[in-house]
């Protein structure tokens, strides 16, 4: 289950959709919106994708993540959109026989998801003021 | 050759074009559209050190090369999750 | 929030708990019961505790877990009682400002519950015998 | 003095009792309940190896004395989780 959403992401329904008598453990991770950044304080975000590139990376990394781990289900549920303060952007959920491999695989998802799915997230900054967020970039002077 | 780009994020609000169209030469790889791209439009600048490039939804490498039937689009880096 | 429970695990209700404004990122844990144990097929399980020792074990393990990992809110939940196939034994939900710590101290948690927490499993064999589960004791010829 | 050793899962299953009472010389220590409960109780042999004791909600060394408003408890190798 790859999914992007607009809607509030429905955690139950990602644990469900892992849930398997061949699993022994579910790991589940959620982002969510946190209200400072050191001094820095968010109001509220908004979340755009590359659709179809976004898609097919999330599968790549279902297909790598399968490869590497002796996994049962996966779910990653990513949101766009305008999210609130607190609200969930992303939740990723795996199941396998034994524990040590969904937290080691849903850790490794997040890590990737974060590097290589073109995904972009805007803070609008409790000032008032907005700016994407691009690792690295040093923004314009004059934005 | 003409080639459609699509513009995300930082790229598409500094463009103010969620496409842009470039002309380049034929042949052509994905690092002469990067440089087309800050020529044609120097308010990437910002941008211009991380600028990549996907090619029919898969990130391209600067020889990747190019032609009208190509899905391109600026990926500036990513931040979701 | 820490809680033996005879119950279903509500892990919604866990999500909650933990939920705050200054954590980015929130970790599930959720252990079920798996149909095999290498050739051995299990039919159901049964659960107890010794509660006064079990809850004060828990509650080291949460003292302990946030001197070693900058987290915000901790969730444990036990089950106790008979679980059918498929069904929650055990859920931890930690939530931090970073998800390495969360990832890293609900491993953790989960680690020490089954090393010090007084919980013991029987499992009931789909073949009709039951047995506890003591790790590294052999079982009595007669039992 | 006696003690009222409260008894856990195939502890519970082997001696068909959820609390034993054991006599024990004054001055105890937990050494000498296992060695008593062994005696008394020759069905935990199984556990003999594995026999930790807690005194008042946590897990008590050997050398750890007992009195009789001590709250002990066999416990079994756990499997929790």
């Known amino acids: 289950m790859i999914e992007l959403v607009q809607d509030p992401i429905d955690t139950a329904r990602l644990l469900e959709s892992v849930a398997s008598h061949q699993a022994g453990a579910i790991v589940l991770f959620v982002g969510t919106t946190r209200q400072f950044t050191g001094q820095r304080e968010t109001d509220s975000l908004d979340y755009e994708c590359y659709p179809e590139m976004a898609m097919a990376k999330l599968e790549e990394l279902e297909t790598e993540a399968r490869r590497r781990w002796p996994i049962v289900e996966i779910a990653i549920v990513h949101r766009l959109g305008h999210l609130e303060l607190g609200e969930a952007s992303v939740a990723i959920a795996v199941s396998s026989p034994h524990r040590q491999d969904a937290f080691e695989s849903g850790s490794w998802l997040i890590d990737k998801l974060k590097e290589v799915v073109p995904i972009w997230k805007q803070e609008n900054w409790a000032d008032g003021t907005s700016q994407w967020v691009h690792p690295g970039v040093e923004p314009p002077e004059k934005p | ?81």
């Open chain 2, 1 to 81: 050759m003409k080639i459609d780009v699509k513009m995300f994020a930082a790229a598409r609000q500094y463009t103010s074009q969620a496409v842009v169209q470039v002309e380049l030469d034929n042949p052509a790889c994905v690092a002469n559209l990067k440089q087309a791209l800050l020529e044609q439009f120097p308010a990437l600048g910002p941008l211009a050190n991380h600028l990549l490039i996907a090619v029919d939804n898969d990130y391209a490498e600067d020889d990747c090369p190019l032609d009208e039937q190509s899905e391109v689009a600026v990926i500036p880096p990513v931040s979701g999750g």
